[in-house]
């Protein structure tokens, strides 16, 4: 799992793509007044408040202090709590649980998805969307190839957890939760910032692979990765990256 700190306001500022496309992840959820619901990786609050909107009771939870805070001021009236997804302290009392772009950075998700079973009630949903098998696949090759240039091991950089449809789906039903719909697919996604965008996400995101590079070579270590990366990923004046997503629709078994 990557370090705690977060900029929440660098995460505010540039990476709104994050919230701004689960639209379809929303409307999949369907929250209804009256529900209790859990955002479980609720970054900065936007998503919370878009359910919470609809009526329902929402509890937003983070394990970043930094993402709990901005959360806060952003929306006073709701609740957020720090976290730690790996144990969740709830026990049989929401409708729903919500998570967008949150379980990729948690390879621990056996301990996740125990921790949702034991939240939800019984017949309780589990609507969730995280990077799936081959998310990022060029931007990954990209930064270890920049390690490995700058000689430097690029084994164990990777925090990310992008499972398969068969094996995330065995997960849930292991622990009584049922899947009804699944699905894999491509999401490219438009970076701000033009040249600057991918060096940007790395500060944001990529934290485990720039933590290995020493300060001074840090900006060579970025022209490293964006020469890899661009005959993939560079078009004419931003960059788009090779995003795939898992959508998980799931129900708790009644019984």
């Known amino acids: 799992m990557r ?9 505010d500022a540039k990476h709104a793509f994050v919230w701004e496309k689960a639209k379809g992840l929303l409307e999949l959820l369907a929250a209804k007044a009256g529900e209790r619901i ?3 990786g609720c970054g900065t609050g936007s998503l919370t408040a878009e359910i919470a909107a609809s009526g329902a009771e929402v509890v937003g ?13 952003k929306f006073p009236a709701l609740r957020f709590d720090v976290s730690d997804a790996r144990a969740l302290p709830f026990s049989h009392e929401f409708d729903a649980v919500f998570s967008n772009a949150a379980l990729h950075w ?19 949903r589990f609507v969730a969307e995280f990077g799936g098998k081959g998310n990022i696949g060029s931007v990954v090759a990209a930064l270890e190839t920049a390690l490995t ?14 499972p398969s449809i068969a094996d995330y789906a065995s997960l849930l039903e292991k622990h009584g939760i049922e899947v009804r719909e699944a699905v894999l697919f491509e999401r490219p996604t438009k ?65």
Request: glycine share 6%; aromatic share 10%.
């Open 61 to 73: 939870v983070d394990r970043s202090p930094e993402m709990i805070a901005e959360a806060g001021k």
């Open 149 to 162: 240039r700058l000689g430097i091991s690029p084994d164990d950089a990777n925090p990310w957890f992008n």
């Open 191 to 255: 970076l701000e910032d033009g040249e600057r965008g991918l060096a940007t996400w790395i500060t944001m995101f990529g934290a485990s692979f720039l933590d290995r590079v020493p300060e001074p070579e840090r900006p060579q270590f970025l022209q490293e990765v964006e020469l890899a990366a661009r005959p993939a990923l560079w078009k004419t004046d931003h960059w788009v990256l090779d995003y795939r997503r898992l959508r998980i629709a799931a129900w708790k078994c009644a019984s």
């Open 38 to 40: 859990l955002d479980l």
């Open 3 to 11: 370090a705690e700190k977060w900029d929440a306001e660098l995460y």
């Open 106 to 124: 948690i390879p621990e998700a056996e301990r996740v998805v125990a921790g949702v079973a034991r939240a939800l009630r019984a017949g309780g």
